[in-house]
């Protein structure tokens, strides 16, 4: 089985900056990605940024620019930087990861910006 904890979520004002940390236990096996969705009030979850082990990295538009997406794979630990945040980047952040066709999700992590 895996584990993703969140951690880092807040209240922040508009322009601010959040650091998004997940930390992933269990099995976990190499060939994986990780990733970081976002659902916000009455949307569907969405895709944020997503990284292979190897660094392969992927990003919504909306945060390009904006997000940055890393990990350390000794730790199986994977970070969002979060600059310049908006009203419009509220929602539940919640980790991800998929490994060997299996895809595993944190519990979530709330982010709300003022404005």
């Known amino acids: 089985q895996v584990q993703l904890v969140e951690s880092g979520g807040g209240l922040v004002q508009a322009g601010g900056s959040l650091r998004l940390s997940c930390a992933a236990s269990?099995?976990?096996?190499?060939?994986?990605?990780m990733a970081w969705y976002r659902q916000p009030p009455g949307n569907q979850r969405e895709l944020v940024a997503s990284?292979?082990?190897?660094?392969?990295?992927n990003y919504a538009d909306s945060v390009k620019g904006r997000f940055t997406i890393s990990r350390d794979n000794a730790k199986n630990t994977v970070y969002l930087q979060m600059n310049s945040l908006k009203p419009e980047d509220a929602a539940v952040y919640y980790c991800?990861?998929?490994?060997?066709?299996?895809?595993?999700w944190g519990q979530g992590t709330q982010v709300t910006v003022s404005s």
């Open positions: 269990g099995s976990i096996f190499g060939g994986n990605t």
């Open positions: 991800y990861l998929r490994q060997s066709g299996r895809r595993y």
């Open positions: 990284i292979t082990d190897g660094g392969t990295t």
